[in-house]
């Protein structure tokens, strides 16, 4: 028999699911101008030759995006209704990209230097307010969504910010070639500014639930606390915590693909090109499809997929005797990449009940974070010292274990908790 709160959450799910899918659509296109993987990195070197600063784009925004949210589990815990505290967070995460084209325009006035040093800064700022969002976002979402269709919904969220980040991609490559630089970034920012702006609105319609039946201790617990007594009693997350780890040093050789092909194989930019349309077309076909597998199937199934994924794709770049190998290796790593993120978060919501949620989802993403830091600077140490093959080799000897690890030691959370 359904809750009060089951009843509410199933009369308002068609609006839900609706305006946040056009949430995550909206966010993809404002992305596609403004890629941490390509525009972003563009607009540092075009302000400095360092390697080491354009290398932390992406980085500072995994770590900001990974790192708070077990520091904000406990508060967000407390919480009978996630929204206000979602719409709140989540500002911080979007207005920086207004900041981004307004030092753009500004870089002739102020200098180089300063522009650098601000980008930084917004850059911090920027990740940190992803992160501070995530936790109460992913709570909302798990709380709005029935456990038996999250699969399917973060699936099908995940290949619409994947399929717009593509065609608004395609839009920033002509506005860069379209105008003279700093104007060719600044609009890119604006643009992007813009669709996030559009995004925030559709999913401030969300229709959230005040819960009732939640049961919140009167007295206030310290966050490592409440953390500590889920590691002590529950080692089948542990097991999984292990797994996800793992996964970021396993697939730690997909960084250097297009390198390694470059190098190796003499890649043209139109290769390029192709091999980076295949890996956003699989991923999107990836999330859709194995979003709503895993809700038929268990989600567990999905992530060990997953490190088969990871496995195939790092020993086929070992082995590759030419170019056109890379195309499946793409494709296997699309998969992959499905797997580690979209399916293991919505898998992590599975281990809980609505009260214990936010602590399970900030322990799977804040320890995770040191390992999503550390590996692409180990595979990077790897190819330096002993070629690409070595890193390739080490990542497939670690997604031996990471699969090991799920086939043997982790249980179907769904199966264990009846949520």
């Known amino acids: 028999m359904l809750t009060n709160l089951e009843k509410e959450v199933r009369q308002h799910l068609k609006h839900n699911v609706t305006v946040n899918l056009a949430d995550g659509s909206l966010f993809g296109a404002a992305l596609g101008f403004a890629s941490f993987s390509t525009i972003l990195p563009l607009f540092v070197n075009s302000m400095t030759d360092s390697t080491t600063l354009i ?19 406990s508060y967000v815990s407390r919480l009978r209704r996630y929204k206000n505290n979602v719409l709140m967070m989540t500002i911080h995460e979007r ?126 617990t310290h966050f490592w606390d409440d953390a500590k007594k ?40 139109i290769i390029a090109g192709y091999f980076t349309a295949t890996l956003t077309i699989s991923a999107t076909i990836a999330n859709m ?20 994924a990871i496995l195939l794709s790092s020993f086929l770049a070992w082995i590759a005797p030419s170019i056109n190998w890379f195309y499946p290796i793409f494709v296997l790593a699309g998969i992959a990449n499905v797997s580690m993120w979209t399916i293991a978060m919505t898998m992590t919501v599975d281990f809980a009940n609505e009260a214990e949620r936010p602590m399970y989802i900030g322990l799977s993403q804040t320890l995770t974070a040191p390992a999503a830091i550390i590996a692409p600077i180990v595979g990077g140490f790897l190819a330096d010292s002993a070629g690409f093959e070595s890193t390739f080799i080490v990542s497939t000897v670690l997604a031996v274990v990471m699969l090991g690890i799920m086939i043997f030691l982790v ?9």
Request: net charge positive; hydrophobic share 55%; charged share 15%.
């Open 55 to 73: 290398g932390l784009v992406p980085a500072i925004h995994s770590a900001g995006w990974l790192l708070p949210q077990l520091f904000t589990a």
């Open 95 to 220: 207005v920086p990209f207004l900041g981004f084209a307004i030092v753009a325009l500004l870089i002739p006035k102020i200098g180089i230097q300063l522009a650098l040093a601000l980008t930084i800064i917004l850059l911090i700022w920027q990740g940190l307010g992803g992160g501070l969002a995530a936790n109460p976002w992913t709570s909302m979402i798990s709380k709005i969504i029935p456990p038996d269709s999250r699969g399917t919904f973060f699936g099908m969220q995940g290949g619409l910010v994947n399929l717009f980040i593509s065609i608004s991609a395609v839009g920033a490559g002509y506005l860069l070639d379209a105008f003279a630089s700093p104007f060719d970034f600044a609009a890119c920012f604006f643009i992007a500014s813009v669709f996030l702006t559009l995004s925030w609105f559709a999913l401030a319609s969300t229709r959230e639930p005040l819960d009732e039946e939640k049961i919140i201790p009167e007295q206030k």
């Open 230 to 269: 889920i590691l002590k009693k529950d080692k089948n997350f542990n097991w999984f915590l292990s797994a996800r780890t793992l996964a970021q040093f396993a697939s730690m050789g997909f960084s250097f693909y297009i390198i390694y092909a470059l190098r190796e194989f003499n890649m043209t930019e």
């Open 289 to 308: 499809s194995m979003g709503w597998l895993g809700d038929k199937f268990g989600h567990r199934s999905m992530v060990i997929l997953g490190a088969v």
């Open 411 to 419: 249980k179907e959370p769904r199966k264990l908790t009846n949520i």
